[in-house]
C-alpha cells in the first residue's frame, strides 16, 4: 500500500476563497481522522469518520468547515469561504479498530491563506 | 478530558548519549499510546505503538514503556545519531466512547555531531 494519500501538497489561496483538500486512507482502515498542525497549537483533531460515518467533529472550528466521507477510500475536508488563520498545515490519518494497529498519517496539505 | 503533555519541550545532546523522552496523561482509560517522528516540513512517522495491556515496545534503539496507572510513558533512544533529530510526539488513543488520538505537545531533539 502506497500510505495515506493527501492532496494537494501544498495550497495558497485568496481570502474569501472555497479550499478543498483531498484524502485517500490505507486500504482496510475503517478510521479516518483530520488534523490540523499550527506552531501555537500544535496537532488539533479537527474530525474523524468511523466506517465513513462522521464521529465527533467537536474540533472543526465553525461552520466554514466542513469534511465528508463519500466511500471507503476518500474524504474531503473544505473550507469556504478560507480566511487567514486558517493558514496551517492539515493532516489526514488512517487506522484500523484493534487495539494493536498504528495510526498512518499523509505527508500533509500547507494551506497558506493570503 | 484527557490532556498530554511532554516534557522536556527541546533537548539538545551530543552525539553517542542515551536519552529519555517523557510523556504524561492525565486520564488512564487508553485503548494504546503511540510515538511518532515528525521532520521539519514532513508528516508524522510512526515510531512504536504500545497497546493498553503492555509495559514495553522496542525496535532498534528504540525502547518505549507505558505505566498506565501513574499516566506515563517513555521513549528511551540509546546511543543517539545526528539522524535521530526531529520532533518527537506521543499520542494517546482514548476509549471513552470514542478511539481519536490525542497529541502531544512535543519534545524537539537535537543531536550533535
Known amino acids: 500500500d502506497a500510505g495515506v494519500i493527501q492532496s494537494p501538497r501544498h495550497e495558497v489561496t485568496e481570502m474569501g476563497q472555497e479550499v478543498t483538500l483531498r484524502c485517500k486512507p490505507i486500504s482496510g482502515h475503517d478510521y479516518l481522522f483530520w488534523y490540523r498542525q499550527t506552531m501555537m497549537r500544535g496537532l488539533e483533531l479537527l474530525i474523524y469518520f468511523n466506517n465513513n460515518v462522521p464521529i465527533d467533529d467537536s474540533g472543526m472550528p465553525e461552520d466554514r468547515f466542513s469534511a465528508k466521507m463519500p466511500n471507503a477510500s476518500f474524504s474531503t475536508l473544505k473550507i469556504q469561504p478560507s480566511e487567514p488563520r486558517d493558514s496551517a498545515v492539515y493532516f489526514c490519518?488512517?487506522?484500523?479498530?484493534?487495539?494493536?494497529?498504528?495510526?498512518?498519517f499523509g505527508q500533509g496539505t500547507r494551506l497558506t491563506v493570503v | 478530558k484527557q490532556e498530554v503533555t511532554q516534557i522536556p519541550a527541546a533537548l539538545s545532546v551530543p552525539e553517542g548519549e542515551n536519552l529519555v523522552l517523557n510523556c504524561s496523561f492525565t486520564d488512564s482509560a487508553i485503548y494504546n499510546l503511540q510515538w511518532f517522528r515528525q521532520d521539519p516540513g514532513k508528516g508524522l512517522t510512526s515510531l512504536l505503538l504500545i497497546q493498553s495491556s503492555q509495559r514495553e515496545q522496542t525496535s532498534g534503539r528504540l525502547n518505549a514503556s507505558l505505566d498506565k496507572s501513574s499516566g506515563r510513558s517513555t521513549l528511551y533512544i540509546a546511543a543517539s545519531q545526528p539522524g535521530d533529530s526531529a520532533t518527537y510526539l506521543c499520542a494517546v488513543r482514548i476509549t471513552s466512547g470514542t478511539y481519536k488520538y490525542i497529541f502531544g505537545t512535543g519534545t524537539r531533539l537535537k543531536v550533535l555531531a
Open positions: 490519518a488512517s487506522a484500523g479498530g484493534a487495539r494493536n494497529t498504528e495510526a498512518f
